[in-house]
């Protein structure tokens, strides 16, 4: 899948910081300081992602990563999460892409988890002593995931046990697997391409914190 073919990536460029995105590999993000920074970053982590491609039995072999779109970041861009919505996002979503969107998104949930369950609970500081714990950190991604849902019509009240986590996300996934028209029509919300990236990236991007800082 996906084979032989160029790596299609677009760059998110805030005032300070810039994310290389994948196209084809929604949730395969890095951010660096400049252009050149955030491509490096992002083929460096070729191995990282392929844990998730794999796990969604997905054939992963990217080309050469070729840039074919640059869009405007901001303050989020440079705080460390992807923000802008390129308006290729915008453009339909065909069964191919769709059922592979949701078996990334399944598998990263997958993989979280059993880091998540390896990890100890006090995860080593960062140069300034920042940085979430374990737990603190699995609360942070379910929460975000919880609001990224309402961005594509999915709304869940707060829940404390996994049945309630289980739910939000098969209906996080009947979304993504759906073959999609420009999506929204009326402009509210997220396209689905956009909330397939931001949701993995957001899980893929914990998963791997988390593996680093492990004491």
Do not use: Q
């Amino acid at each position: 899948m996906l084979t032989g073919m160029n790596h299609r990536v677009y760059l998110e460029i805030g005032p300070k910081k810039v994310f290389a995105c994948s196209i084809d590999w929604p949730g395969w993000c890095r951010i660096g300081r400049t252009e050149e920074a955030a491509l490096d970053t992002l083929v460096d982590y070729t191995s990282r992602f392929r844990v998730i491609a794999e796990r969604a039995g997905l054939e992963f072999a990217p080309g050469d990563p070729a840039i074919v779109g640059r869009v405007k970041g901001d303050s989020t861009t440079d705080f460390g999460a992807i923000s802008a919505i390129p308006d290729f996002d915008r453009e339909p979503v065909g069964a191919p892409e769709a059922a592979r969107a949701v078996a990334l998104a399944r598998a990263a949930w997958a993989v979280f988890a059993e880091v998540a369950a390896a990890s100890p609970e006090e995860l080593r500081k960062g140069p300034r002593g920042g940085g979430r714990d374990r737990d603190k950190m699995v609360a942070h991604v379910v929460e975000a995931e919880r609001a990224y849902a309402r961005k594509i019509g999915v709304r869940h009240k707060p829940f404390k046990d996994e049945a309630g986590l289980t739910a939000m996300r098969e209906d996080i996934a009947r979304v993504l697997e759906r073959p999609a028209e420009a999506f929204p029509a009326d402009g509210a919300g997220w396209p689905v391409r956009y909330a397939a990236r931001r949701i993995i990236w957001h899980v893929v991007d914990h998963i791997w914190e988390m593996e680093d800082r492990r004491l």
